[in-house]
C-alpha cells in the first residue's frame, strides 16, 4: 500500500536490517537533509498522494505521523514523524511492535520505564484496536509505579530501535522542531499496548480513531515550516 517505489524501498531496508537506510534516503525516499526542503518534500507527497490516508493524521501528542508506504511482503510500514518544539509531554507507553527510527533533524528525548513500587504512581490503562469500528478501547487497569530508568538525547543522523514491550516516552528536545523516518514491523499477537498517564483518560471506555484531512495536515505543515525556515 503506497507509493510503489517507497514499497520496495521500505522492503530493502528491513532486508537490510535498516542498515541501507543512509542510502535509501537519499537515492530512493529522496528525503533532503535541511529542515525547510524535507517539509516541502512531505507537502508534495501528501499533494501527490503518495502516503496511506488512514494511518495519517495529527497526533493528540501534537506530532505529524505521516505514513508513506506498507508492506504486503513483511507487514512492515515506513513513516515520518514531524514533532514542532512546542510538542507537549505525552504519555508513557509500549507499542504492538518493535520500530527502528532515524533522526532527520533536530534532536529526540526519549525517556525509558519500569514499573517498580517505588516510583511515582500513574492512571494504568490497556490500549487495543478495533478496526471494525474504527477505535480503540481504553481498559482502566488502576495504578502503578514508574521509575525513570533512562532518559536521554538522539542526535540527527542516529538510527535506533525499541522493542514493543518497552515503556517509553518521545518527545522533540531542547525546545526545538525534529523529525524521524521510523519503520514499524507487524504488532504481536496480543494486539494491545499499555498507556501510562499522570492524570485520569477519558471514562467512556474508547477514543475514535482520527484521521487527518489534507487541509488539516496542509495547515500543520504551514505552521512547522514557520518553525524551520
Known sequence: MGNYTLVQAL???????????????????KLPPDPP????????????????????YVHDNGYLKLTLATSDK??????IHLWPADTKKGNIHSHRWNLHSHV????????VFTEDSGGETYNAYEYSPDPELE?????????T??????DYELAVGTNYQLQRNVLHR??????????????????HPLNF????????????GSVEVKRSSKPQLFSFLEQFYELVR
Do not use: H, W
Not at 526542503?37 to 499533494?47: A, D, F, T
Not at 513483511?74 to 513513516?79: D, I, N, Q, Y
Open 74 to 79: 513483511s507487514g512492515a510500514k515506513l513513516r
Open 193 to 204: 499496548t499499555k498507556v501510562f498517564s499522570e492524570s485520569k483518560l477519558i471514562a467512556t
Open 170 to 187: 518521545t518527545q522533540a528536545a531542547r525546545s526545538a522542531p525534529a523529525a524521524t523516518l521510523m519503520i514499524t514491523f507487524d504488532a
Open 37 to 56: 526542503s524535507l517539509v516541502g518534500v512531505v507537502q508534495k507527497l501528501i499533494e501527490q498522494d503518495c502516503y496511506v490516508p488512514d494511518d495519517t
Open 11 to 29: 522492503d530493502r531496508i528491513v532486508e537490510s536490517n535498516f542498515s541501507s537506510v543512509a542510502s535509501e534516503l537519499t537515492s530512493t525516499i
Open 104 to 111: 532527520l533533524f533536530g534532536r529526540i528525548r526519549n525517556q
Open 145 to 150: 509505579q514508574l521509575v525513570n530508568t533512562q
Open 135 to 143: 477505535l480503540y478501547r481504553l481498559k482502566e487497569l488502576g495504578q
